[in-house]
């Protein structure tokens, strides 16, 4: 027997966001320095939101930490790549990719085409 509940459907989005969407919605929390940490950090990050503002904290905080001239420093941000110190060049900006080891790949062929011999992941 086929459980339809996770088939793809055009129009559905992606097969991630249906296997979500069947393991429930956890409680709402505010993501800030100042928050509480969870207690219950599987209970919080079934709550996609919760995910979404965590990543985005996370992200912002993380491009913000000084790193030498020599090196270059890039994070993602939902569909958006953050860059530690210039403009991201338009080949990863925005990224639609939802697996990390595809923007992964797209991030190491753009260092590759920027002259970098050395990638560290």
Same mark, same amino acid.
């Given at each position: 027997m086929v459980d339809e509940s996770f088939s793809f459907r055009p129009g559905m989005g992606s097969l991630k966001a249906a296997t979500r969407k069947k393991?429930?919605?956890?409680?709402?929390?505010?993501?800030?320095?100042?928050?509480e940490l969870p207690r219950n950090w599987a209970a919080f990050l079934h709550c996609a939101d919760n995910k979404t503002e965590l990543f985005h904290f996370l992200s912002t905080r993380v491009v913000s930490v000084h790193v030498s001239v020599d090196k270059q420093?890039?994070?993602? =941000?939902?569909?958006?790549? *953050? @860059?530690?110190?210039? $403009?991201?060049?338009?080949?990863?900006?925005?990224?639609?990719?939802?697996?990390? =080891?595809?923007?992964?790949? *797209? @991030?190491?062929?753009? $260092?590759?085409h920027a002259g970098y011999?050395?990638?560290m992941i």
């Open positions: 393991r429930g919605s956890g409680v709402r929390r505010k993501v800030s320095a100042s928050a420093l890039f994070v993602t =941000d939902g569909e958006h790549v *953050l @860059h530690s110190c210039a $403009a991201v060049s338009p080949q990863l900006d925005p990224c639609s990719h939802e697996e990390v =080891d595809t923007r992964i790949i *797209l @991030h190491v062929a753009h $260092a590759a011999s050395n990638v």
